[in-house]
């Protein structure tokens, strides 16, 4: 089992950035390639970034490609997704995720979830 908790939500203007944390624990964290999705009110989520066990491999949504940055420290139990240059469209709640497989970028390809994190960008 992995236990995963997010951090670093809240309200920005547009043009701002955030930086949200994801804190593993439970099975060993670099054995899981991880990911980013998020929700908006009334759609389904959807993939963000995803990065691979050892931190080598990196994919991005074109929404977000040269805007958003992910990385992972595994001495730390750690991952984190930089978001610069924020859009309201950016609005919505961020879930960590993580596989016990290689790096993937659909939802049903991982086995945990975070709570998420709101992240609302004002315009």
């Known amino acids: 089992q992995v236990q995963l908790v997010e951090s670093g939500g809240g309200l920005v203007q547009a043009g701002g950035s955030l930086r949200l944390s994801c804190a593993g624990s439970?099975?060993?964290?670099?054995?899981?390639?991880m990911g980013w999705f998020r929700q908006a009110p009334g759609k389904e989520r959807e993939f963000v970034a995803a990065?691979?066990?050892?931190?080598?491999?990196?994919f991005y949504a074109d929404s977000v490609k040269g805007r958003f940055t992910i990385s992972r420290d595994n001495a730390k139990n750690t991952m984190s997704l930089q978001m610069n240059n924020l859009k309201p469209e950016d609005t919505a709640v961020y879930y960590c995720?993580?596989?016990?497989?290689?790096?993937?970028?659909?939802?049903?390809?991982?086995?945990?979830w975070g709570q998420g994190t709101q992240v609302t960008v004002s315009s």
């Open positions: 990065i691979s066990r050892s931190g080598g491999t990196k």
């Open positions: 439970g099975r060993t964290f670099n054995n899981n390639a």
């Open positions: 995720a993580a596989r016990n497989d290689g790096v993937a970028v659909t939802t049903r390809d991982y086995n945990y």
